[in-house]
């Protein structure tokens, strides 16, 4: 039986992973394989990766490395359906399967250290809308902050998401209040 285009797709990754020095040489390497990903042969994706929650977007595992340095999930997306404020922790390979997925970015301009849960400042940045085919990334240190969503009042959106972690969870941000905490996100097995 002959490679899926997911295989070659995961051997690339660990491959580039391994020859990369810095998080930014990572999203570099890897970008072009998402785009041949999500521009090839998508017979890996079955039924089950499409699975839907009208109550929020919901996280469908397709991929999760065994020694925690690399994981894929298919994010469904409804109408009207968001991320809250949240950061990463690692880097990340962000492809459009379907629709078009929107991504509202934020900067921490406070003078603090990473670490502070307190007395965070965000302000608004730039807005990306990126349609079936368009391949973005993200890289830490400092993090990627923004939210992620659906603004298409009747088309859902199918994206793919590929993190440097098994991404069990992420901080997310109350603006507001200027604090940030830790939660847990889960997802469907495959
Ligand atoms: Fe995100």
Not at 14 to 41: F, H, T, W
Not at 71 to 99: K, N, R
Not at 139 to 147: E, F, G, K, S, T
């Amino acid at each position: 039986m002959t490679d899926s285009t997911l295989d070659i797709f995961i051997r690339e990754c660990r491959e580039k992973i391994a020859g990369s020095q810095y998080p930014a040489d990572c999203v570099e390497k890897i970008a072009p394989s998402m785009y041949r990903l999500l521009n090839g042969d998508k017979s890996f994706l079955k039924p089950e990766h499409f699975r839907s929650d009208p109550e929020h977007y919901e996280r469908n595992a397709i991929y999760i490395d065994d020694n925690d340095t690399l994981s894929l999930f298919a994010l469904v997306w409804l109408p009207g359906q968001w991320t809250p404020i949240h950061d990463h922790g690692t880097w990340g390979v962000v492809g459009v399967l379907e629709g078009t997925l929107e991504e509202r970015n934020l900067i921490r301009v406070d003078p603090q250290g990473e670490d502070a849960l307190e007395n965070i400042e965000l302000v608004r940045g730039g807005v990306i809308l990126l349609s079936a085919g368009a391949v973005t990334s993200f890289v830490p240190n400092p993090d990627h902050i923004h939210i992620t969503g659906n603004g298409d009042q009747q088309k859902k959106v199918v994206s793919l998401h590929l993190y440097g972690i098994a991404m069990a969870g992420f901080h997310i941000y109350d603006k507001e209040a200027r604090t940030r905490k830790w939660v847990e996100v889960g997802y469907n097995e495959s």
